[in-house]
């Protein structure tokens, strides 16, 4: 069952970096060859890859033809989901509590978290030698607790809300100290035995916290499904799923699931879609830098960005725009903007909706309401950087950017049935080709 490998594939990945891990153990027993940044990307016609940095992953299947003739498929999407991350010295002592002092990272709706059995996921940079590596860890148990006031202390939180200040109610209740001082070496203590490394060895950390819950099937005919990081591992795992499905078939354009991290603070960092991995990806598919064989490449390529995107609430009627409702379980929404929030155009969006038809799949249309400012994703950065044309495209779902997120079952199929259709389209390349794209 699709949605139960969804599940595990989200429960397997609770930060960016083991994002990069889980696909990387998924496709190399598939024939995928992992490429260091140190050496040359040569790619070959029919080969298949992982460009990895850091928190994002390139997984390449190459095209029997060269790019400049036949492009590529890309289908970008996000390995990172709002929440906090632990600072550098994170141990704060508080009348007898220790507590571990937390950044927000994104835009995550913060009451959520609250009254949840969290933990900590990550990596640790420590010194072998003269070197200095990264070991991954994570902590399986419920740790941290960002404990709620009882309603007897906040009365008018039914009414107005749950709020927290940043500075001063958000850091985690960790233990109780057993003495009367506080020594941030004791956590790196206590974080070099669950990585397995000595306390010296340590010199510094990135920890995401996460929900320890698992994810779960749920609805009175368990058409809905709920988990933290739905968005937006649901759309790298149909990615990945339309990637494997046709990984063994050949085909003239190469095809290309890219997952970026860091879209949900702006993805101006160096593996960001606004940095230069999706850059440095492209020009080793290429294979040249001759910006007229570059040019023509990309003219014939196209970009899926891969987002969730907002399920109609029926509880909140006035937050939406009521001639573009976006329904559970009725297909891939394609999302659209004038003001370009969102990258797609009309024929993008024509393209999309072929696509959706070829596999058989209902497709919708989202608008934002014109009173409340809109988001946006990884596909104006990409389409601007690039100028490949993108389509944004993404599943529905309740409560994004909450601990705890909710979709429908069958809207995970459709969009891996989808994205699959996309990539065993011959036709697409020959519309391109004779200039029918444009």
Same mark, same amino acid.
């Given at each position: 069952?699709?949605?139960?490998?969804?599940?595990?594939?989200?429960?397997?990945?609770?930060?960016?970096?083991?994002?990069?891990?889980?696909?990387?153990?998924?496709?190399?027993?598939?024939?995928?060859? #992992?490429?260091?940044?140190?050496?040359?990307?040569?790619?070959?016609?029919?080969?298949?890859?992982?460009? &990895?940095?850091?928190?994002?992953?390139?997984?390449?299947?190459?095209?029997?033809?060269?790019?400049? *003739?036949?492009?590529?498929?890309?289908?970008?999407?996000?390995?990172?989901?709002?929440?906090?991350?632990?600072?550098?010295?994170?141990?704060?002592?508080?009348?007898?509590?220790?507590?571990?002092? #937390?950044?927000?990272?994104?835009?995550?709706?913060?009451?959520?978290?609250?009254?949840?059995?969290?933990?900590?996921?990550?990596? $640790?940079?420590? =010194? *072998?030698?003269?070197?200095? %590596?990264?070991?991954?860890?994570?902590?399986?148990?419920?740790?941290?607790?960002?404990?709620?006031?009882?309603?007897?202390?906040?009365?008018?939180?039914?009414?107005?809300?749950? %709020?927290?200040?940043?500075?001063?109610?958000?850091?985690?209740?960790? !233990?109780?100290?057993?003495?009367?001082?506080?020594?941030?070496?004791?956590?790196?203590?206590?974080?070099?035995? *669950?990585?397995?490394?000595?306390?010296?060895?340590?010199?510094?950390?990135?920890?995401?916290?996460?929900?320890? *819950?698992?994810?779960?099937?749920?609805?009175? @005919?368990?058409?809905?499904?709920?988990?933290?990081?739905?968005?937006?591992?649901?759309?790298?795992?149909?990615?990945?799923?339309?990637?494997?499905?046709?990984?063994?078939?050949?085909? =003239?354009?190469?095809? $290309?699931?890219?997952?970026?991290?860091?879209?949900?603070?702006?993805?101006?960092?160096?593996?960001?879609?606004?940095?230069?991995?999706?850059?440095?990806?492209?020009?080793?598919?290429?294979?040249?830098?001759?910006?007229?064989?570059?040019?023509?490449?990309?003219?014939?390529?196209?970009?899926?960005?891969?987002?969730? !995107?907002?399920?109609?609430?029926? @509880?909140?009627?006035?937050?939406?725009?009521?001639?573009?409702?976006?329904?559970?379980? =009725?297909?891939?929404?394609?999302?659209?903007?004038?003001?370009?929030?969102?990258?797609?155009?009309?024929?993008?969006?024509?393209?999309?909706?072929?696509?959706?038809?070829?596999?058989?799949?209902?497709? =919708?249309?989202?608008?934002?309401?014109?009173?409340?400012? &809109?988001?946006?994703?990884?596909?104006?950065?990409?389409?601007?950087?690039?100028?490949?044309?993108? $389509?944004?495209?993404?599943?529905?779902?309740?409560?994004?950017?909450?601990?705890?997120?909710?979709?429908? $079952?069958?809207?995970?199929?459709?969009?891996?049935?989808?994205?699959?259709?996309?990539?065993?389209?011959?036709?697409?390349?020959?519309?391109?080709?004779?200039?029918?794209?444009?």
């Amino acid at each position: 069952m699709n949605i139960t490998d969804l599940l595990a594939f989200i429960d397997a990945s609770p930060s960016p970096w083991h994002v990069v891990a889980t696909v990387t153990e998924r496709l190399k027993p598939l024939g995928f060859k #992992v490429l260091t940044e140190t050496s040359p990307w040569t790619l070959k016609p029919g080969g298949k890859y992982l460009l &990895c940095r850091d928190g994002s992953v390139a997984a390449i299947i190459v095209g029997t033809e060269p790019f400049q *003739q036949s492009g590529a498929k890309l289908i970008g999407a996000h390995t990172d989901s709002p929440g906090f991350r632990i600072k550098p010295k994170p141990l704060s002592l508080q009348d007898g509590y220790l507590r571990l002092a #937390v950044e927000v990272y994104g835009g995550p709706t913060l009451a959520t978290f609250a009254d949840r059995d969290l933990s900590l996921a990550g990596r $640790v940079s420590y =010194q *072998q030698g003269s070197t200095i %590596k990264n070991r991954m860890v994570r902590i399986d148990q419920p740790l941290l607790r960002l404990a709620n006031l009882p309603i007897h202390l906040n009365r008018g939180v039914n009414s107005e809300g749950l %709020k927290f200040d940043l500075q001063n109610e958000l850091p985690l209740l960790f !233990a109780n100290s057993g003495e009367g001082v506080l020594e941030n070496n004791r956590f790196i203590g206590w974080l070099a035995e *669950q990585a397995g490394l000595d306390d010296e060895s340590i010199k510094a950390f990135e920890l995401a916290v996460y929900d320890t *819950q698992k994810g779960a099937v749920w609805g009175m @005919n368990n058409e809905f499904y709920s988990n933290s990081q739905i968005d937006n591992l649901a759309c790298c795992h149909a990615a990945l799923m339309a990637l494997t499905e046709t990984c063994d078939e050949a085909f =003239q354009q190469t095809r $290309v699931s890219i997952l970026f991290d860091h879209e949900e603070i702006g993805s101006q960092t160096a593996e960001g879609a606004d940095g230069r991995f999706f850059t440095d990806v492209m020009h080793a598919i290429a294979g040249d830098h001759i910006p007229e064989n570059v040019r023509q490449g990309m003219a014939r390529s196209f970009l899926i960005s891969a987002d969730m !995107a907002h399920a109609y609430q029926p @509880n909140f009627p006035s937050y939406y725009e009521l001639d573009h409702k976006v329904i559970v379980n =009725q297909g891939p929404v394609i999302k659209s903007h004038a003001k370009r929030r969102y990258a797609t155009d009309s024929l993008a969006s024509a393209w999309f909706s072929h696509w959706c038809e070829q596999a058989g799949v209902p497709v =919708q249309q989202y608008s934002h309401r014109g009173d409340i400012p &809109c988001g946006s994703t990884i596909g104006p950065i990409s389409a601007a950087k690039l100028g490949i044309r993108t $389509v944004d495209v993404g599943s529905p779902m309740w409560a994004m950017h909450s601990a705890r997120e909710s979709a429908g $079952v069958l809207d995970h199929d459709y969009l891996t049935k989808a994205f699959t259709a996309f990539y065993r389209d011959n036709d697409f390349l020959t519309a391109l080709s004779a200039g029918n794209g444009s």
